[in-house]
């Protein structure tokens, strides 16, 4: 993991937490809402000022109409489209302008490749980067997800063994160093194409994200997960392998890597690669202890004291 | 892992190697044969004395028709059928006498329910394990391999996700103590099976096996990959989980699980839960160095001694 630094100082000298929301796909817009609703309250419920960024989607307009609907039911008004279709679009001042004025930035689904061929290292990219930190919460579901890690995972089969070459990196939008974020994992088996990726880039962390679930993340340190899945941690940095000499397609070697499978309300530690907490439990993963030990515990203890 | 004793001694006094193949199901019969050469010579080559267990299959004169063909093809000519269809018929004389003149043992694939019913606790149970101990290779395929564990994993759902009581264990033959086995393991995606038992038995060692894969086991102890995917260790003992704990089908907390991928030519020591060597490569994972690279090294050495 790249150190990390402090939370951000404001203009006003005051300390900003800076805040992100990385999505697995898919995540609920009709009945619970958690994920969403999650980003509204974190971008300021109803005073939120949201951008909205469909770029990676082939049908962008109709994914921003869906957010901008799940949004509005939230009770946000201020919603806007920033849509850049070539690199030079992604320089003009009006959508300068939205993302500088915004308490959250969504970033949906879609090709990430074409995300980030479009954006990564323009003025949109830099605006993006501004508004992170200085403490507009910065979401991206699937593609968009994948977006916001330095190095970008793209391709790769389906499935648990790791193999040689299937799948790559690009670059990102930076803002989560040291770590490889994977979309859609449970549901479509990434563990093999994001071990693969660990397996060649140890100092790098793998975080695969199902679907309707987030990966909460504040000051690139602490990660608390939301939603309906679980988020994945692979953990290279002691592991060995062959990766630098596997042949192609050949399955790899990777001995000792260490993983964490982090339902609701597991708080974890990214710079320390450590669970540090499993106590803001969701109510259906709750412990459920049943009403006759807690019966027979109470009657043992009242027969104690007489 | 339970502590594992040393070399059993034979009656004359000589130490004898316990030798288990433990096969992930689909192994190649046509083609290179590479798991079930090894077999067969574990089992003596041509001299070989074969017991087909078939007890798992629906099928099993067929079963036994295949292996028959296979081993046949492969020189050996002692070839035997065992196949108690009932826990009585597994006491009948002429099965054990045929276990123990074996040197090799072989239980095919089907339903490992019905095979731990039918022979687990049984004379025919007995006479594997003498056989095992005096050093007959004891070999089973799918079901036949899950069965060799103590703690047999049947039932579970596909996926990477570890969801609570999606699988469940019952009683097997106990050659190799201290591990679940699992197969079919990339193929039908059951790390999240195998993952969740390991979850709430951490003092077990989950190995999943790929299909066209054995893991040779020697003395329960040094356990080396052959053939044409991999075998996957999940080791749980140092790792925390709600295991205890968490709601039926409830997605698992599993914080700190070892994981080793481990492709043709790994060597593992399963009481230390290490990689041990990975020399012993198969030319097709075998190191490609480019000629071009061999040629500037040897160059640059010559150089260098003049």
Same mark, same amino acid.
């Given at each position: 993991?790249?150190?990390?630094?402090?939370?951000?100082?404001?203009?006003?000298?005051?300390?900003?937490?800076?805040?992100?929301?990385?999505?697995?796909?898919?995540?609920?817009? *009709?009945?619970?809402?958690?994920?969403?609703?999650?980003?509204?309250?974190?971008?300021?419920?109803?005073?939120?000022? $949201?951008?909205?960024?469909?770029?990676? &989607?082939?049908?962008?307009?109709?994914?921003?109409?869906?957010?901008? &609907?799940?949004?509005?039911?939230?009770?946000?008004?201020?919603?806007?489209?920033?849509? %850049?279709?070539?690199?030079?679009?992604?320089?003009?001042?009006?959508? +300068?302008?939205?993302?500088?004025?915004?308490?959250? +930035?969504?970033?949906?689904?879609?090709?990430?490749?074409?995300?980030?061929?479009? +954006?990564?290292?323009? %003025?949109?990219?830099?605006? $993006?980067?501004?508004?992170?930190?200085?403490?507009?919460?910065?979401?991206?579901?699937?593609?968009?997800?994948?977006? !916001?890690?330095?190095?970008?995972?793209?391709?790769?089969?389906?499935?648990?063994?790791?193999?040689? *070459?299937?799948?790559?990196?690009?670059?990102?939008?930076?803002?989560?160093?040291?770590?490889?974020?994977?979309?859609?994992?449970?549901? *479509?088996?990434?563990?093999?194409?994001?071990?693969?990726?660990?397996?060649?880039?140890?100092?790098?962390?793998?975080?695969?994200?199902?679907?309707?679930?987030?990966?909460?993340?504040?000051?690139?340190?602490?990660?608390?997960?939301?939603? &309906?899945?679980?988020?994945?941690?692979?953990?290279?940095?002691?592991?060995?392998?062959?990766?630098?000499?596997?042949?192609?397609?050949?399955? !790899?070697?990777?001995?000792?890597?260490?993983?964490?499978?982090?339902?609701?309300? &597991?708080?974890?530690? !990214?710079?320390?690669?450590? !669970?540090?907490?499993?106590?803001?439990?969701? %109510?259906?993963?709750?412990?459920?202890?049943?009403?006759?030990?807690?019966?027979?515990?109470?009657?043992?203890?009242?027969?104690?004291?007489?």
């Amino acid at each position: 993991m790249t150190p990390v630094s402090d939370p951000s100082e404001s203009p006003s000298g005051d300390q900003v937490n800076r805040t992100l929301l990385v999505i697995g796909g898919a995540e609920d817009k *009709r009945r619970r809402v958690v994920v969403l609703k999650r980003f509204v309250r974190l971008a300021g419920a109803r005073d939120a000022k $949201i951008v909205v960024i469909p770029t990676a &989607s082939s049908l962008a307009e109709e994914a921003f109409e869906v957010y901008q &609907s799940v949004f509005g039911r939230q009770h946000v008004s201020d919603i806007s489209l920033v849509n %850049p279709q070539t690199r030079l679009a992604a320089a003009e001042p009006d959508l +300068i302008e939205a993302i500088d004025n915004a308490t959250g +930035i969504f970033l949906t689904g879609g090709n990430q490749l074409k995300l980030g061929q479009l +954006i990564v290292g323009t %003025p949109v990219h830099e605006a $993006i980067t501004r508004a992170y930190h200085r403490g507009a919460v910065v979401a991206g579901t699937s593609a968009g997800a994948s977006v !916001l890690s330095q190095f970008m995972i793209s391709m790769g089969e389906e499935g648990v063994a790791p193999r040689q *070459r299937v799948s790559q990196l690009s670059a990102g939008l930076g803002l989560l160093p040291g770590v490889i974020l994977d979309q859609h994992f449970g549901q *479509r088996t990434r563990y093999a194409r994001l071990l693969s990726l660990i397996a060649a880039s140890p100092s790098l962390l793998g975080v695969g994200i199902d679907e309707d679930t987030a990966a909460e993340v504040v000051n690139e340190r602490t990660m608390t997960v939301v939603g &309906s899945g679980a988020v994945y941690v692979v953990d290279a940095r002691a592991a060995v392998s062959d990766a630098h000499e596997a042949r192609r397609d050949a399955p !790899l070697m990777v001995s000792g890597a260490v993983v964490h499978s982090l339902p609701y309300g &597991s708080c974890f530690n !990214l710079e320390a690669a450590q !669970l540090t907490d499993f106590t803001e439990m969701h %109510p259906e993963v709750a412990v459920v202890t049943s009403p006759t030990d807690v019966h027979d515990t109470a009657n043992a203890a009242a027969a104690l004291r007489r």
